[in-house]
T-cell receptor
Framework: GEDVEQSLFLSVREGDSSVINCTYT??????LYWYKQEPGAGLQLLTY?????DMKQDQRLTVLLNKKDKHLSLRIADTQTGDSAIYFC???????????FGAGTTVTVRA | NAGVTQTPKFQVLKTGQSMTLQCAQD?????MYWYRQDPGMGLRLIYY???????DKGEVPNGYNVSRLNKREFSLRLESAAPSQTSVYFC???????????????FGPGTRLTVL
């Protein structure tokens, strides 16, 4: 399957911005997603971006896509304690049903 | 609207025992999926069902069987559990298999399974 890589841990102070990075190898990726998993819960879709876009903003969330470098990032502005969770990057191409997930980045927000 | 529900939430099995994980969705979705989540790894697809009456293997199907009982329900069976199947299992559903990018998969809360 396609490889999706993320750093495993991120610690950030409350009120600062968090940036979570992801790289993928499939050049035909069409859709790129960020999911959030809170403790004891399933995954929840946060946002997604099409590969023909380079940026998407949704309230405190900004997604940046560098298609040339196959690099995706999620920026969370004004990080709150409720943002502590595992964040998964995922991708798929338009001809496939299968989502390929990264291992997840555990974000810890400290006071 | 409960979304995707899974039972049980936790289960401990001995090697060789069998069990069935249950999943149901109330969103009238056509497609359903079973994933496993292991530490340091992303979710891996075990089996999926594109629509009622069909099931297909995903990335890691060995040791598992599935049944799409009706449009709402999709169960995962371990016939003879092994320690390597210790994992967190997630069921998910989506409107269609080949959706547009905005078609999301909705996930259940997971079943934490330990095989001793």
């Amino acid at each position: 399957g396609e490889d999706v890589e993320q750093s495993l841990f991120l610690s950030v102070r409350e009120g600062d911005s968090s940036v979570i990075n992801c790289t993928y190898t499939d050049s035909s990726s069409t859709y790129l997603y960020w999911y959030k998993q809170e403790p004891g819960a399933g995954l929840q879709l946060l946002t997604y971006i099409f590969s023909n876009m380079d940026m998407k903003q949704d309230q405190r969330l900004t997604v940046l896509l560098n298609k040339k470098d196959k690099h995706l990032s999620l920026r969370i502005a004004d990080t709150q304690t409720g943002d502590s969770a595992i964040y998964f990057c995922a991708e798929r191409n338009s001809n496939d049903y299968k989502l390929s997930f990264g291992a997840g980045t555990t974000v810890t927000v400290r006071a | 609207n409960a979304g995707v529900t899974q039972t049980p939430k936790f289960q401990v099995l001995k090697t060789g025992q069998s069990m069935t994980l249950q999943c149901a969705q109330d969103m009238n979705h056509n497609s359903m999926y079973w994933y496993r989540q292991d530490p340091g790894m992303g979710l891996r697809l075990i089996y999926y069902s594109a629509s009622e009456g069909t099931t297909d293997k995903g990335e890691v199907p060995n040791g598992y069987n599935v049944s799409r009982l009706n449009k709402r329900e999709f169960s995962l069976r371990l016939e003879s559990a092994a320690p390597s199947q210790t994992s967190v299992y997630f069921c998910a559903s989506s409107e269609n298999l080949y959706g547009s990018g905005s078609d999301e998969q909705f996930f259940g809360p997971g079943t934490r399974l330990t095989v001793l």
